[in-house]
């Protein structure tokens, strides 16, 4: 999956792109827990090249965030479509992660 | 471009082939890309079921999708042979909510088809489940 990593101000930015389905999760996941485990600052995933997330991206969302949960490092999410932060709402990951509307909020949240 | 047909295996990766169909029957049909999508997700869904559960590993089995488009609906028919199974008698996982640490991995995948799709129907005929999601596309 193509996920660009960028860095800005001491935060680590990954900006996914396409869809996050069943097909390709488990590495969606694989490779953000990489990336993550790479660094040691705060970290947001910037969803705006995202068309769609099936509930088996939501899935790896839960395990990239338990995967952190005992590091005290942020992790933030933003970016997203209104059509996508629907299926975050009908999920009710607003309780789960912070959800950001714009890159400049959720770095300065990450930090 | 009314109708598309596409028989695949039931094995995860021919699902992009189903993505592909999507795109190219919607873009065709001139269907805004905020609802193919949305169609893609709630197919993601039900056929990644039918991936995980229908069929025994050893024998595996197939899978049809067909779209068609008319009177302003999107609609995509999934039938498989395998186990009788009717996800709207799926009781509701009531435990999506609250933090990280009290959440449980799955559960939402009908929960989205349910809230993404305009209506969802389910028969069993003869050895197949067949299961209609549709999608108003109001007229532009």
Do not use: W
Request: net charge neutral; aromatic share 6%; with cysteine.
């Amino acid at each position: 999956m193509d996920i660009r990593e960028v860095d800005q101000d001491g935060v680590l930015i990954l900006e996914p792109s396409g869809n996050i389905d069943s097909t390709n999760a488990k590495q969606f996941a694989a490779q953000i827990i990489g990336a993550i485990q790479a660094r040691q600052c705060g970290v947001v995933i910037d969803f705006q090249k995202i068309r769609y997330v099936s509930s088996a991206g939501f899935r790896s969302l839960l395990i990239i965030g338990k995967s952190m949960e005992d590091s005290n490092r942020k992790l933030i999410l933003c970016g997203m479509a209104a059509e996508v932060r629907r299926v975050f709402d009908f999920a009710r990951f607003d309780e789960v992660f912070v959800i950001c509307s714009s890159r400049e909020d959720g770095t300065a949240q990450a930090r | 471009m009314r109708r598309s047909h596409l028989q695949i295996p039931a094995t995860q990766r021919d699902l992009r082939s189903v993505v592909a169909l999507v795109d190219a029957f919607c873009g065709a049909n001139h269907v805004p890309v905020t609802l193919s999508n949305r169609m893609n997700l709630a197919l993601d869904e039900v056929l990644s079921n039918i991936v995980n559960y229908a069929y025994s590993a050893s024998e595996g089995g197939t899978i049809d999708v067909e779209l068609t488009f008319s009177n302003n609906e999107l609609t995509a028919l999934v039938e498989d042979r395998g186990k009788p199974f009717d996800p709207l008698q799926v009781p509701q996982n009531d435990n999506q909510k609250g933090s990280l640490k009290d959440r449980q991995l799955g559960g939402l995948g009908l929960l989205f088809v349910k809230q993404l799709m305009d209506s969802v129907s389910y028969a069993r005929s003869g050895d197949r489940n067949k299961l209609t999601l549709t999608i108003h596309v109001p007229s532009t």
